[in-house]
């Protein structure tokens, strides 16, 4: 288990940001994450399937994964969460966007030792001349829209979550079938 820990522990210790090549009139907020850049830059939004693997027959559809392909070095890079404290993804604030090219500002995550590279925390989005930034946040709000019955209830998301709770039922938790109680003992 300490081997999973450890990397979780890690990316949330507490470090003062650090200047990469993209933090030149970025106003992302620190994280206080380990290895956090602020970056801002300009790239198109893609999708990440139709970039990578030539999937593009569903191309920028709901639940697609979206990417940023970076106009300074055509680096593609991986946006994994948004401006939300609830680590949220940022497919949901991207998808406005896709195909367009886009301005961003948020925090890069980049390490070799831990394998993280081109890893991105979009907080803000904006289309390429225009004068409005978009906060990314609006996760919570489109769950909400698409889930009204989970959303109307007590606790966290994930605890009302349909789509958690038919996975929970069909896997058990952890994916092993087993009670809650069981895979908690087989990861002590």
Avoid: H
């Avoid at 090219?101 to 070799?112: A, Q």
Wanted: glycine fraction near 10%.
């Amino acid at each position: 288990m300490w081997k999973y820990l450890i990397p979780l522990v890690v990316l949330a210790s507490p470090v003062a940001a650090q200047d990469g090549p993209f933090s030149e009139g970025s106003e992302a907020r620190s994280w206080n994450l380990a290895w956090e850049e602020p970056a801002r830059f300009e790239a198109t939004v893609v999708d990440m399937l139709c970039e990578v693997a030539g999937d593009c027959a569903s191309e920028c559809r709901t639940g697609r994964q979206l990417g940023l392909l970076r106009a300074a070095d055509g680096v593609l890079t991986y946006p994994n969460k948004n401006n939300q404290g609830i680590f949220t993804g940022a497919a949901v604030d991207l998808a406005p966007f896709c195909g367009l090219e886009v301005e961003v500002d948020g925090l890069m995550i980049e390490d070799e030792y831990v394998g993280a590279t081109n890893v991105y925390l979009v907080q803000m989005i904006r289309e390429v001349g225009a004068e409005e930034w978009v906060t990314a946040n609006g996760w919570t709000t489109a769950w909400a829209e698409e889930f009204p019955e989970a959303a109307a209830q007590e606790g966290r998301w994930y605890r009302n979550d349909p789509r958690v709770l038919a996975l929970i039922e069909a896997d058990g938790y952890l994916g092993t079938g087993e009670t809650w109680e069981e895979a908690w003992e087989i990861t002590r």
